[in-house]
T-cell receptor
């Protein structure tokens, strides 16, 4: 069966360091991989999308890589800040219909 | 402001008492969906709709109904709620892969 694993339930880092979150998947060949941010008590908010034929995408302090051979995506936040503390979700899909989410990684950035 | 709204935000009810959670979007999106979020399980899709009068089951549709009579609204109906439907529910809309989520409805069924 299809499985999406975000390999750390929680990640604690020091302010200014780079946070790296991992998303691994099995039995799936997604056309898109997305990362969302979710704050407590709020709905997820879209951050970045990367397509199966793209290796890397950047947006300000965020960087996503997508390795379809390893079936893995890495999500980096450089120069992290306490305001980056949140839960980050990865999501895979062929299209809108079949989006699958990982359980999320809770990131805490300490000052 | 572009947004997805849900009502109510919090609801405590009893087993068997029918309830409806409303969802509305003002972005003219064709695609809408409902998810439930449970600890350790992530977001799981309940139902989705590609357009008006077009709905289909997601991964966990049992015990739920939906309707799409207008483009902007996509209510979630629990005809006879049970305690295992206690969860955090999110509505989402989109025109492409990127989804816009509502603020969530925390439902407790006693």
């Amino acid at each position: 069966s299809q499985k999406i694993e975000q390999n750390s339930e929680a990640l604690n880092i020091q302010e200014g360091k780079t946070a790296t979150l991992t998303c691994n998947y099995t039995n799936y060949s997604p056309a898109y991989l997305q990362w969302y941010r979710q704050d407590p008590g709020r709905g997820p908010v879209f951050l970045l999308l990367i397509r199966e034929n793209e290796k890397e995408k950047r947006k300000e302090r965020l960087k996503v890589t997508f390795d379809t051979t390893l079936k893995q995506s890495l999500f980096h936040i450089t120069a992290s800040q306490p305001a980056d503390s949140a839960t980050y979700l990865c999501a895979l899909s062929y299209n809108n219909n079949d989006m699958r989410f990982g359980a999320g990684t809770r990131l805490t950035v300490k000052p | 402001e572009a947004q997805v709204t849900q009502n109510p935000r919090y609801l405590i009810t009893v087993t068997g008492k029918k309830l409806t959670v409303t969802c509305s979007q003002n972005m003219n999106h064709e695609y809408m969906s409902w998810y439930r979020q449970d600890p350790g399980l992530g977001l799981r899709q309940i139902y989705y709709s590609m357009n008006v009068e077009v709905t289909d089951k997601g991964d966990v549709p049992e015990g739920y109904k939906v309707s799409r009579k207008e483009k902007r609204n996509f209510p979630l109906i629990l005809e006879s709620p049970s305690p295992n439907q206690t969860s955090l529910y999110f509505c989402a809309s989109s025109w492409g892969p990127e989804q816009f989520f509502g603020p969530g409805t925390r439902l407790t069924v006693l």
